[in-house]
């Protein structure tokens, strides 16, 4: 089980950037993929998580309504959009998956270290 995720990268406040999580050895099927952020000198954070058993999706109060959780099914890729970038979104970024997608929220909101498999992260720096 590998995961990769890409995308990161250095953009201005209010700018875009997509990162994506491609996993290899296995098929995203039944399996809960998740989002986190890390800043410097802080707890990791949940950031978002779909489940691939019925396409439910969650999101951290901080990115709602800015960032976006999709999967490719063809590419066996999860991907995040993000939006309206802030100077306090610039973290090392991972993604995860779990078997278990149900427990997809707490995940996201309760439980930042629980998921199974990690992939390495993709630094985000948003600054001008």
């Known amino acids: 089980v590998q995961l990769q995720a890409t995308g990161g990268g250095l953009v201005q406040p209010g700018g875009s950037l997509r990162l994506s999580c491609a996993a290899s050895g296995f098929t995203l099927d039944g399996y809960a993929i998740g989002w986190f952020r890390q800043a410097p000198g802080k707890e990791r954070e949940g950031i978002s998580c779909?489940?691939?058993?019925?396409?439910?999706?969650y999101y951290a109060d901080s990115v709602k309504g800015r960032f976006t959780i999709s999967r490719d099914k063809t590419k066996n890729t999860v991907h995040l959009q993000m939006s309206s970038l802030k100077p306090e979104d610039s973290a090392v970024y991972y993604c995860?998956?779990?078997?278990?997608?149900?427990?997809?929220?707490?995940?996201?909101?309760?439980?930042?270290?629980?998921?199974?498999?990690w992939g390495k992260g993709t630094q985000v720096t948003v600054s001008s």
């Open positions: 995860a998956a779990d078997w278990v997608p149900e427990l997809c929220y707490e995940y996201v909101h309760e439980d930042a270290y629980g998921m199974d498999h």
């Open positions: 779909i489940s691939t058993s019925d396409g439910s999706t």
